[in-house]
């Protein structure tokens, strides 16, 4: 489906290029937290293959995985740090010596190691969790952070539960840290609590009260339990964030991260209100969407911002002809700025004229007024009993319109009882040369009913030498294509029924051939006359 791309820009929705804009660091955490999420986990190769690709979109920083945890994320860890080029490429690691020397090893070949360390700051996680005062965390900020140091220059220290920490205490931590040599300070909503306006405060705050907080990059890092991940990114960039921590398609724990390409087209497309930009290729984004959701198994929900598969469909009559006028009045960015071929105009039960016709004019139709009106009917009718409509149906529905429009018997109603209890029958109303006729008769299964109905409205001489059917498409809505060949006198005809329901795909069938037979009749016996 061709869409008019106006080069005209709409309000709010031209994407702008991003020179003069601050650029925002994208931390891509897939690998980590996003292989966090139950069931996501990726083997070796899998690992290495995203991780390829993230460095080729243009992330800044890949958390390559939590190297102490096992001999798995170790490995994922020496290996890609071997094979990225371009990327910092991150190890995660606790305030705990064993960590911070397992994750210096794993980074040992990477062209920009980075080591990430944590420690848990909330009250209650300090009481609970690590059972610790917040004199001591506050100790191991200071002793880890600086062993991670002496080991690697680039250093980013993340206050776990930040979002539920005292505002006081945060500061000196983050104070304790930079002290320490981290040149990252990552601030994480780590259980999805924090509101937007809450956390661009607090970025606000930490960066006004802490010493020295200007030697360091502040960092978001948002979970989604209230599906807030995004939104609360965004606040945290306005609170003086320069780094973004996400994943693709928002894998993560629990809920999951931000995700990485609503963050990064929020920055394109709303490039007017939100002057930063990311170095991501955009084009890339869907490609590794597909990529994640392939090794992690997690299926992408269709109507998933950027990267679901409705995100660039329309089904409504009032969309598709909106689009087909100027695709700006229902999309704020291009399916291709993020990979996607082409917009969609998927034909369904909401669809108009305007699309419908555009439809078949790609599918090679050109129908007249009125033969177009008469499909448009039949198309709302299959689209009444199908979810889909899909092009091969379209086909068979304009190609049965086009071959039947000078048919002398025509379909009006089938109704077929049929079920264990026989015998089954059919009531069949057709029209001869114009006239309405019903008959009811039984058969020998459902089918056989019919075509008896159809040989007490229109008696002929015909063998039945064929009758076969198969699905046009897939689902158990598909349509059914019924092919019949029936030969009278020497002469053979076969032809096809398509209908959703296999019986009224036969009955059409049937009297397509019929039809046939009776154009070939004429030519030898012009005054023939076919009721019975
Ligand atoms: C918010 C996040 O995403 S944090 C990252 C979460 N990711 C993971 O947990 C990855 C997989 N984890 C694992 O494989 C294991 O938990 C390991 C290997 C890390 C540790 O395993 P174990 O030694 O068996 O400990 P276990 O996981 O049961 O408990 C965690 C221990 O670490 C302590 N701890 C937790 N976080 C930290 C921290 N940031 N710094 C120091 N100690 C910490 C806990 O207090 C607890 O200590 P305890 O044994 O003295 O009570
Ligand atoms: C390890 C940290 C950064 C984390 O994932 C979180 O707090 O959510
Ligand atoms: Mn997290």
């Not at 702008?16 to 999420?37: C, K, M």
Request: charged share 25%; proline share 3%.
């Amino acid at each position: 489906m061709t869409t008019n791309k106006s080069s005209e820009p709409a309000m709010g929705s031209a994407i702008q290029e991003t020179a003069n804009t601050e650029q925002i660091i994208i931390f891509d955490t897939t690998l980590r937290d996003g292989e966090q999420s139950p069931g996501a986990s990726m083997n070796l190769d899998e690992k290495i293959e995203v991780a390829e690709l993230l460095d080729a979109m243009g992330v800044d920083v890949i958390e390559a995985g939590f190297p102490v945890t096992s001999e798995g994320d170790f490995e994922a860890v020496s290996a890609i740090s071997r094979r990225v080029k371009r990327a910092s490429v991150a190890g995660l690691a606790r305030a705990a010596a064993r960590d911070i020397d397992r994750c210096a090893e794993a980074l040992r070949d990477a062209v920009r190691p980075r080591m990430h360390v944590f420690i848990s700051t909330s009250p209650l996680h300090m009481k609970y969790k690590l059972q610790k005062e917040p004199g001591e965390v506050l100790d191991m900020i200071s002793t880890y952070v600086g062993r991670a140091r002496n080991r690697i220059d680039d250093i980013e220290w993340s206050a776990e539960d930040g979002t539920r920490t005292e505002i006081d205490f945060l500061c000196r931590c983050v104070e304790a840290a930079i002290k320490a040599g981290a040149r990252t300070i990552n601030i994480p909503d780590t259980v999805g609590y924090t509101i937007p306006e809450e956390y661009q405060a607090l970025f606000e705050t930490v960066r006004t009260r802490v010493p020295n907080s200007d030697q360091a990059i502040f960092s978001v890092h948002c979970h989604n339990d209230l599906g807030l991940a995004v939104a609360n990114t965004l606040a945290g960039i306005k609170g003086g964030a320069r780094q973004v921590e996400c994943t693709i398609n928002g894998l993560g724990e629990r809920a999951g991260n931000a995700a990485m390409e609503e963050v990064v087209m929020a920055l394109r497309v709303r490039a007017d209100a939100l002057a930063y930009h990311s170095n991501i290729d955009a084009r890339m984004l869907t490609r590794a969407s597909k990529l994640v959701s392939a090794v992690s198994s997690f299926p992408v929900q269709y109507n998933k911002a950027i990267v679901g598969r409705n995100a660039f469909a329309h089904e409504s009559g009032i969309h598709q002809d909106g689009m087909l006028k100027n695709a700006q009045t229902y999309e704020i960015m291009t399916p291709e700025s993020v990979g996607v071929h082409k917009t969609s105009l998927v034909m369904g039960k909401h669809s108009g004229r305007h699309a419908f016709k555009e439809k078949l004019k790609e599918l090679g139709y050109e129908l007249g007024e009125n033969a177009l009106e008469e499909a448009f009917a039949r198309f709302k009718d299959l689209a009444d009993r199908k979810k889909i409509v899909y092009d091969e149906d379209l086909i068979a529905l304009v190609d049965d319109e086009i071959i039947h429009a000078h048919d002398r018997i025509k379909l009006v109603a089938l109704t077929v009882i049929a079920g264990t209890k026989g015998p089954q029958s059919a009531a069949l109303t057709l029209t001869i040369d114009g006239v309405e006729q019903t008959h009811q008769a039984t058969g020998n299964g459902p089918i056989d009913a019919i075509f008896n109905a159809v040989q007490a409205l229109v008696p002929h001489g015909a063998v039945l030498e064929l009758y076969q059917v198969h699905a046009v498409t897939k689902g158990t809505d598909a349509q059914a294509e019924v092919s019949v060949r029936l030969s009278e006198d020497g002469k053979t005809v076969t032809a096809r029924g398509a209908d959703p329901d296999t019986l009224v795909a036969s009955a059409k069938a049937y009297i397509a051939a019929l039809n046939k037979l009776v154009v070939r009749r004429h030519k030898s016996r012009p005054d023939d006359s076919l009721a019975g």
